[in-house]
T-cell receptor, first 109, second 113 residues
Framework: GQQVMQIPQYQHVQEGEDFTTYCNSS?????IQWYKQRPGGHPVFLIQ?????EVKKQKRLTFQFGEAKKNSSLHITATQTTDVGTYFC?????????FGAGTILRVKS | DGGITQSPKYLFRKEGQNVTLSCEQN?????MYWYRQDPGQGLRLIYY???????QKGDIAEGYSVSREKKESFPLTVTSAQKNPTAFYLC????????????FGQGTRLTVV
């Protein structure tokens, strides 16, 4: 079955620094989704990318979908303490919604 | 308000006992999922269901069982056969729109003592 790998597992940044998490799939994805889980909370949907090479922005967050539709990235510019949490990518494997292992982001103020 | 509800939020059980976690949604979603999350870990798929009276095993189904008798409900039973049941359990649902984002419940934290 499809595997979705995500790196890094953990990143600790100084407030104001940038942050990037990468997602790679073993198979071509029809689309990719990104979620954020705050500490103690549940995952919340951020965005879905569908087209090859697609780039979408949400304020300080930039999402990219690779040309081959097998990889994706989430970049946060100038992190803030409110950005802390775990960021997951997810893709569909048939009818299964498969999540990456997530990247835990900690921000030092 | 439309949403997905899990209960209870915290659950304590003795080793060897079966326990059932509730998941209800009023989003009219066809697909529902159960995930397990261990500390600092990702989401591992236990079971999923695309339609009433049908469900499939995910990656870690051993020691768990589910039912889907109603579209709104997808309860998960953690049986005594599950060797390490203490974890955070998340239920999710997805619809059939173009953007099929998953909506998650608040989660149930199960502790087996």
């Amino acid at each position: 079955g499809q595997q979705v790998m995500q790196i890094p597992q953990y990143q600790h940044v100084q407030e104001g620094e940038d942050f990037t998490t990468y997602c790679n799939s073993s198979t071509t994805l029809s689309n990719i989704q990104w979620y954020k889980q705050r500490p103690g909370g549940h995952p919340v949907f951020l965005i879905q990318l569908v087209k090859s090479g697609e780039v979408k922005k949400q304020k300080r967050l930039t999402f990219q979908f690779g040309e081959a539709k097998k990889n994706s990235s989430l970049h946060i510019t100038a992190t803030q303490t409110t950005d802390v949490g775990t960021y997951f990518c997810a893709g569909k494997d048939g009818n299964k919604l498969v999540f990456g292992a997530g990247t835990i982001l900690r921000v030092k103020s | 308000d439309g949403g997905i509800t899990q209960s209870p939020k915290y659950l304590f059980r003795k080793e060897g006992q079966n326990v059932t976690l509730s998941c209800e949604q009023n989003l009219n979603h066809d697909a529902m999922y159960w995930y397990r999350q261990d500390p600092g870990q990702g989401l591992r798929l236990i079971y999923y269901s695309q339609i009433v009276n049908d469900f499939q095993k995910g990656d870690i189904a051993e020691g768990y069982s589910v039912s889907r008798e109603k579209k709104e409900s997808f309860p998960l039973t953690v049986t005594s056969a599950q060797k390490n049941p203490t974890a955070f359990y998340l239920c999710a649902s997805t619809g059939d729109r173009l953007v099929t984002e998953a909506f998650f419940g608040q989660g149930t934290r199960l502790t087996v003592v």
